[in-house]
């Protein structure tokens, strides 16, 4: 039995960017913080693009830590929401064309999330990557990292436990 020819690469990467932009615009937060999204396969990576209004603190000058945490738990969720996609996008399950704010399904809910402020963040562009420890049918744990200049040189870190949404297929949802 012959295998089905898989699908051309653009069409495959196309779907995913379109569900990760359906996402994204089903929360209206992102874009009114500046946070944006590069995706290079099933990897993420935020970026918090600098503007005036981030800076808490003048004298240092420093980004506010609450558009610090705000960064970090966005990148987790998105994360996680993307995660819940994945199969669905790489089968062609799911019809991205049809994706809207309105038919996504549910979006983890925050049960916790701690910040870990280790540097002032500077005056311009920060980007941060989640990592997804654990996720099952009720709960999820993210790790997340924030940088600026250097990947190495962390200006914060969060760890963050998300109650997830009610599977289509369980009754609940």
Request: glycine share 8%; proline share 6%; hydrophobic share 40%.
């Amino acid at each position: 039995m012959a295998r089905p020819r898989p699908e051309p690469v653009h069409v495959v990467k196309e779907r995913r960017d379109r569900a990760l932009a359906a996402l994204v615009s089903g929360v209206p937060y992102i874009s009114t913080m500046g946070i944006s999204f590069d995706r290079r396969g099933d990897e993420l990576t935020a970026v918090l693009n600098y503007q005036d209004k981030l800076i808490g603190n003048q004298l240092l000058p420093a980004i506010h830590g609450g558009a610090t945490a705000s960064f970090l738990e966005v990148t987790a969720i998105v994360e996680l929401g993307f995660h819940l996609l994945w199969d669905e996008i790489e089968t062609g399950r799911l019809d991205a064309d049809s994706l809207t704010p309105e038919t996504l399904p549910g979006m983890p809910k925050t049960i916790d999330f701690t910040v870990d402020y280790l540097r002032a963040g500077l005056p311009r562009d920060a980007y941060a990557r989640a990592t997804v420890n654990r996720s099952g049918r009720r709960y999820a744990s993210v790790h997340v990292e924030a940088w600026q200049d250097n990947r190495q040189k962390l200006f914060a870190q969060a760890t963050g436990h998300f109650l997830m949404p009610a599977s289509k297929d369980s009754g609940t949802g």
